[in-house]
């Protein structure tokens, strides 16, 4: 709560504004049944100059009241928007701060809905706020104290309406609300169901899933078309029920004020100044009721919300440190890591250090903990235990700019954005002139296709780099892992849709161009890391032996198992 309060604070002047005209618009809807009641007395006084006169101030009251409305309904929609905009930016902002685990607690489909769906239900609540919140009540409390006054005998009429609309607003919107939760869960669900279906859709026709999926898909979509309904018919009922008990309200009290009004004729204008007030305290309740509804589904998004703002980072930089990274020496003393959620560590002290401008090949059976290795070395995770230091730098004390330049991580599944090849590219390395996006390329086997796309390096990069081939997208993500010649480069198994020549000639050229850097290569196949200076071997977490590809096959059983699986496949 405190969170859309000084949200809310920020916009001082509009809240100024809003309140301002809350005020006429309140004042309007209590003045004008007193005024009509004063017409009807002049009308039955046969004083035309009177009606007249207070005809037209009812006009002008009901008119302000109205202009009041419109002005309060602009300046309410700017401050919903405008708080809406602050926490959508302000919750991204948190999101760019968080760790891969951090993102992984929440998922990323999940943070999509809270930045969105979320977002939009407190925006409608800042909405209601600012239109009833203040009018409300004092528009309830002004018409029971002004009914009461105008015609006091019938007191307990106006108790009688009270509790019997707030009876059923009370039960109506109570069945409502809950459907409105049972259809945001559907609606979830049915998110869910589409992205991963979309997402996968080529596994799904490849393993004819379609129809599998189409029931799927179905039984959720049926849930959400029941609440629907539920919530249509509950509508439907809805305004008859108030339509009744306001003409039985209506009619009671003409058939109870007859003989008062039988002795003064007076009264004629009291019953509809009375009226007048019955209705705005039964819609007072009403709103109140729809208010109250929709506050507790905007305080879940809220408080889902909120929960992303009270995340810690799990990987945290110092802003101040001046620690720079001058060379690529990296090393590991004695480090683990535990994901968070796993019962045992995916790497279990692991101590070994690699040269400046040297290649150190990493392998070991799937699920070896090689991919985790490789994010840490680029400080996606923190150590659980033990500490990474590149450059001398512990990686704890790094300076975050520096760190991002200093190494590069090229992952297996290359992600590219929407825009331009040049514009993914530069995600490397900022300033980089056209020189440096064609030296990048050519290291990564990528400038010979880039150079047949019509546009070059402006080509279009769809999103998620759809418009390009597994293998392409790799030389691509390569080119921008190289483009900045980061002190350390890691390739996590980023050059496996690579056909081997191509392979090859990526390491060759890397070899040759980047002697400056520390080369890591990831992979699952012996072929890639045969030239490495220094080869890692990975078993079930533990780093089980070092050295060179020949020093190995005599010295490692495990790296002997993995290169014997794999003789015969190509090793070049
Ligand atoms: N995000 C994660 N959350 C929880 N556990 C994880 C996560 N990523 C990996 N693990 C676990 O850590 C261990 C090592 O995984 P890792 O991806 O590092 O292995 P790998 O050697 O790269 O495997 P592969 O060759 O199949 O890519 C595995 O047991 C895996 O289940």
Do not use: C
């Not at 009264?267 to 309740?285: P, W």
């Not at 032996?545 to 790296?559: F, K, R």
């Amino acid at each position: 709560m405190s969170l859309l309060i000084n949200k809310i604070k920020e916009q001082k002047s509009s809240l100024l504004g809003s309140l301002l005209m809350t005020f006429f618009i309140v004042m309007s809807q209590l003045w004008q049944p007193k005024l009509l009641q004063k017409v009807l007395t002049e009308v039955m006084k046969d004083d035309k100059d009177k009606v007249i006169q207070v005809g037209i101030t009812l006009l002008v009251v009901a008119g302000i009241g109205l202009l009041a409305g419109v002005v309060n309904t602009v300046i309410s929609a700017r401050i919903a928007r405008e708080v809406s905009a602050g926490l959508r930016e302000d919750t991204f902002k948190k999101i760019q701060t968080f760790s891969f685990s951090n993102i992984e607690q929440f998922s990323a489909g999940n943070l999509v809905v809270r930045l969105t769906n979320d977002v939009t239900q407190v925006q409608n609540l800042v909405m209601m706020i600012m239109q009833s919140l203040i009018r409300i009540p004092i528009l309830f409390i002004g018409s029971f104290i002004l009914a009461m006054f105008t015609i006091p005998q019938l007191w307990w009429v106006i108790i009688v309406l009270v509790v019997l609309v707030f009876v059923v607003v009370m039960g109506l919107f109570g069945l409502m609300g809950k459907h409105f939760s049972m259809i945001q869960k559907s609606l979830d669900k049915v998110n869910g169901i589409a992205k991963e279906n979309l997402a996968g859709m080529r596994v799904v026709k490849s393993f004819v899933q379609a129809d599998n999926e189409t029931k799927r898909f179905e039984e959720v979509s049926d849930k959400l078309t029941q609440h629907t309904i539920a919530v249509g018919r509950l509508f439907s009922i809805m305004i008859p029920t108030f339509t009744l008990i306001s003409s039985i309200a209506i009619i009671g009290t003409i058939f109870l004020s007859a003989d008062l009004a039988a002795k003064d004729i007076e009264v004629v204008g009291a019953v509809a100044s009375f009226m007048n007030y019955l209705m705005q305290i039964m819609m007072s309740i009403i709103i109140g009721g729809m208010m109250m509804m929709m506050a507790s589904r905007a305080f879940v998004s809220l408080s889902r919300l909120k929960e992303i703002m009270d995340t810690e980072p799990d990987v945290t930089y110092n802003e101040e440190s001046t620690e720079i990274i001058e060379s690529g020496d990296v090393e590991f003393a004695n480090v683990s890591f535990e994901y968070a959620g796993d019962e045992r560590p995916s790497l279990e002290h692991i101590s070994f250090s690699a040269k400046h401008g040297s290649v150190v090949g990493v392998v070991g059976a799937t699920g070896s903990g090689k991919s985790t290795l490789a994010q840490m070395i680029a400080r996606m995770y923190d150590p659980t235990e033990g500490d990474i230091t590149i450059g001398g730098v512990n990686l704890k004390d790094a300076n975050k700019i520096d760190l991002r330049d200093s190494v590069a991580l090229v992952l297996q599944k290359a992600i590219l954005f929407s825009g331009t090849i040049a514009e993914n590219l530069r995600h490397g390395k900022k300033d980089a002139s056209t020189t440096e996006l064609e030296e990048a390329s050519k290291i990564a086997q990528a400038k010979e296709f880039i150079d047949r796309q019509a546009e070059g390096y402006t080509s279009p990069v769809e999103e998620r780099g759809a418009n390009f081939s597994g293998g392409q997208k790799q030389r691509l993500s390569i080119s921008r892992g190289v483009i900045g010649e980061p002190k350390v480069l890691v390739l996590d198994d980023s050059t496996s849709a690579l056909d081997a020549r191509s392979e090859k000639l990526v390491r060759e050229a890397l070899a040759q161009q980047l002697t400056n850097t520390t080369t890591f290569i990831i992979a699952q196949k012996i072929s890639s890391v045969v030239h490495a200076d220094n080869i890692l071997v990975l078993d079930d977490g533990k780093l089980v032996a070092t050295g060179t590809h020949s020093e190995l096959l005599i010295t490692s059983p495990v790296y002997r198992e993995i290169y014997d699986t794999q003789k015969g496949k190509e090793v070049v």
